[in-house]
């Protein structure tokens, strides 16, 4: 697993509670420690007899904190009182599972096990994650507690919809590891260079209806615009993805507009680009749609030995679109766009970016065979309002996302107050 920039040398307590759950807090530790992060983990008495201190410590390779009554040894704290210690320069406290029980520790500042010391010595955000039975989570105790931590800031990530071990169905489940490392690093992000700032991201390729059984649409799998959602996420900014694709997971955060067509896209975009901060336009849409949308599925007996001839219109310019509203509202403040090409990459590129009035293009040779279109990395050069060229090195989506993410602060004129 790559670093995950936010989660890099970050120190993380993981607090674990005794839920049948502790068990899906070993993946989230190890994914934690994977992507990065420095992961100390507190267990309660009771979490202990669900899992065992050995194997969070195996998969964090840090040791494990079981009782307040011990000192330090060998974890490399700040001060070997524990709790002082975990507590100090601590980059975020998650409670992940957190029983009704611990929670209401929490709430009420009560302090009698190693994790409630902690949790009061801590200065950093709180991100706690309930798992119980349904009835006991949906408890109006259980809701007022939820309530007053929320009041003070601390995030709640709400439990899932479905079985629980005792055979019942409901809300109490804790969320699968992706779920719960996404509200993580929304906590993380809070304060970034992008913190207030609202950013429309198109992702995906368009699909243009033929029939209502086919459609054309291009190679594009959105993984790129997914990742620029995640590093705006990441940033702190409040995210719209406007999405031709379905089959990709949402940042968690994300505010998620599905759209199919290139009509569609067009009509989404201008609705959310209207006060939007920045506009980063890496949709593949189709420059070209069936001239007529058969209303009934087209029958090859219909035809007989003959095949239909499609033809085509083209597609609005969204972004060309996109230039008359911001000459006329000042908004989009900021609008990014991708050049995806076969050959000529700077020149086409540069050309799209005078044309459609860009204040940054992403020059993209999608016939190199590890960039562009369904792979993981991509090779892009950056090219700027005033011509200048940033080419990166071949490097995963994720990271052309955030080296995107860091010119939008920069245009937008955020990156020195962050934080
Ligand atoms: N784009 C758009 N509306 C379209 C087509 C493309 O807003 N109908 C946007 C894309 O999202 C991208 C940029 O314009 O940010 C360039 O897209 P690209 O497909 O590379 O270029 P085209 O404008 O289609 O030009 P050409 O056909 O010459 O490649």
Known sequence: MEHITILDDKRIILGV?????????????????????????????????????????????????????GTDTGGGLPTHIAHVGLGEGADLLVVAPVTANSLAKLAHGLADDLLSVTALAARCPVVVAPAMDGGMYEHPTTQANL????????????????????????????PETPVLLGHIRRALGRGGSLENMKVVITAGGTREPIDPVRYITNRSSGKQGYALAQAALDAGACVTLISATQQLPVPVGAVLVPVESAE????????????????????????????????????????????????????????????????????????????????????????????????????????????????????????????????????????????????????????????
Request: aromatic share 4%; hydrophobic share 45%; no cysteine.
């Open 264 to 419: 569609a896209m067009l009509d989404a975009v201008l609705t959310y680009s209207r006060d939007a901060d920045a506009l980063i336009m890496a949709a593949a849409v189709a420059d070209f749609r069936p001239a007529e949308i058969a209303q009934h599925k087209i029958k090859k007996a219909d035809q007989d030995d003959e095949a239909p001839t499609l033809a085509l219109r083209r597609t609005p310019d969204i972004l060309m679109a996109i230039k008359t509203q911001r000459a006329a509202t000042g908004h989009p403040r900021a609008v990014i766009g991708f050049a995806a090409e076969s050959h000529d990459l700077l020149e086409n590129a540069q050309a799209k970016l005078r044309r459609k009035g860009l204040d940054l293009i992403v020059a993209n040779d999608i016939t190199a065979p590890d960039a562009g279109f369904n792979v993981d990395t991509n090779r892009v050069v950056l090219i700027d309002a005033g011509g200048a060229q940033h080419p990166l090195d071949l490097t995963s989506k994720a990271r052309v996302g955030e080296a995107v993410i860091a010119r939008v602060a920069a245009l937008l004129g955020t990156e020195e107050e962050a934080r």
């Open 147 to 174: 309530a007053a931590l929320r009041e003070r800031g601390v995030t709640v990530i709400e439990p899932a919809r479905g079985r629980f071990a005792s055979g019942l169905v409901g809300r109490g489940r804790l």
């Open 17 to 69: 509670t005794g839920s049948i759950a502790a068990y899906k807090a070993v993946d989230l530790a190890s994914k934690l420690t994977q992507a990065g992060a420095r992961v100390d983990v507190i267990m309660t008495g009771a979490a202990q007899r669900f899992v065992a201190p050995l194997t969070f410590q195996a998969v964090t390779g840090r040791p494990v904190y079981t009782s307040m009554w």
